[in-house]
């Protein structure tokens, strides 16, 4: 894996979102796997800016989301649909049939699962998958113990992430149970990975991630099978890594080609 850690997490943003705008500009199609939560955030604003002051272009790109809530509307202001519009795709030239969520609503949910796979397989893969981590190691909304070898399904969300969420519910709202998520296999077949975490909640996942054991009880450690993860850290979720100091003196010596 390859480990950025920066002190801030506005300067993770913006190492993350020049991960984001090299793939973009090294393919003629890119295809970008995309991901909701706090944690992108900051990375979606400097996109932004670089859309509005570089003239960094998305109208090439096709994207996936990574998850939905299921039974909430695409215009409820918890679903992943309205946050991807209201925190990117309001903001940029990506074409309106482009961009693809998983589909909470679907008559045919697993029939809809299915389909999504096979958008996916359809535009040749994923170039890049943007991910954040639960505190409980999952990406996605793929939860500990969960199967390696899972595709795109409704899953029943864990009880510490229900209340990890709820942070961005109302007070009489309630967080879905249920959901859709692209399964850890869907992930695993991206050809890059992008990984962002911050904030000193995160550092424990964050560490079993990297340095731990492979294993279903924190699914983000897959990502040490992967060929290609980056992951852009602030100091707080890096804290309890014991290589720490590897990982900035090997960043700190990359060549020129390999940096961002
Ligand atoms: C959510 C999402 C994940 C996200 C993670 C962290 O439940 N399904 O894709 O990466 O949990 O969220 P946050 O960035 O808000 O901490």
């Given amino acids: ?86 925190n990117l795709f309001d903001h940029i030239d990506l074409p ?6 998983p589909d909470g609503n679907a008559d045919n949910l697993r029939q809809s699962c299915k389909d999504y796979e096979r958008k996916i397989k359809d535009v040749g893969g994923i170039d890049l998958q943007v991910l954040g981590i639960g505190a409980n190691g999952h990406i996605g909304f793929n939860e500990p113990t969960g199967s390696f070898a899972s595709r795109t399904w409704i899953k029943i969300l864990s009880e510490q992430t229900i209340r990890d969420n ?28 992008l990984l962002i975490a911050n904030g000193a909640k995160k550092a424990d996942a964050v560490r079993k991630m990297i340095e731990g054991a492979v294993s279903a009880s924190c699914p983000a450690s897959i990502l040490q099978m992967h060929p290609r993860v980056t992951v852009v850290l602030d100091e707080e979720a890096a804290y309890l890594l014991s290589a720490k100091d590897h990982y900035k003196w090997v960043e700190a010596n990359k060549l020129d080609w390999q940096k961002y």
Avoid: W
């Avoid at 003239?55 to 202001?77: A, I, K, M, R, W």
């Avoid at 309630?174 to 296999?185: L, S």
């Fill in 96 to 101: 309106s049939d482009k961009y693809h969520l």
């Fill in 166 to 193: 709820s942070k961005y519910f109302g007070p009489t709202e309630k967080v879905p149970y249920h959901v859709v998520t692209m399964g850890i296999a869907t992930i695993m077949e991206a050809k890059h990975c």
């Fill in 1 to 86: 894996m390859e480990v950025l850690i920066r002190d801030t997490p506005l300067e993770g943003a913006e190492v993350a979102a020049k991960v984001v705008r090299k793939k973009i500009l090294e393919k003629p199609h890119p295809t970008l796997g995309l991901a909701t939560g706090g944690t992108p955030l900051k990375m979606y604003q400097e996109l932004i800016r670089m859309h509005n002051e570089e003239g960094l272009s998305f109208q090439h790109c096709t994207t996936f989301n990574l998850d939905e809530y299921v039974g909430l509307p695409p215009d409820n202001g918890q679903s992943y649909h309205y946050y991807m519009k209201n």
